[in-house]
């Protein structure tokens, strides 16, 4: 909503924020254990690629979900 959209940015903020630090910490460890930072960091890459496409997908469901339909006028060509 156009109203809130400051505090939506403070939480997306906040959350990718906390992400990073958090994804930072897992990724040393992680590459502590496996002696390698490559392997982590693809599967790094594919869970943040993944999780991206997942949001915008559930985000163009919403929206399509809350767009009025169109007139059926409007859809047929008119000849």
Known sequence: ???RRL???AIA?????AGA???YRV???LARTFGH?????LAEDALSLAGSLALAAYA?????EAA????????LPIA
């Open 1 to 3: 909503r156009p109203e």
């Open 21 to 23: 630090y958090i994804s």
């Open 68 to 75: 009025p339909a169109a007139p059926i006028g409007r859809m």
């Open 13 to 17: 903020v906040g959350g990718a924020l």
């Open 37 to 41: 930072d490559r392997p982590v960091g």
């Open 60 to 64: 163009a469901m919403r929206r399509n």
């Open 27 to 29: 990724r040393q460890r």
């Open 7 to 9: 505090l939506g940015a």
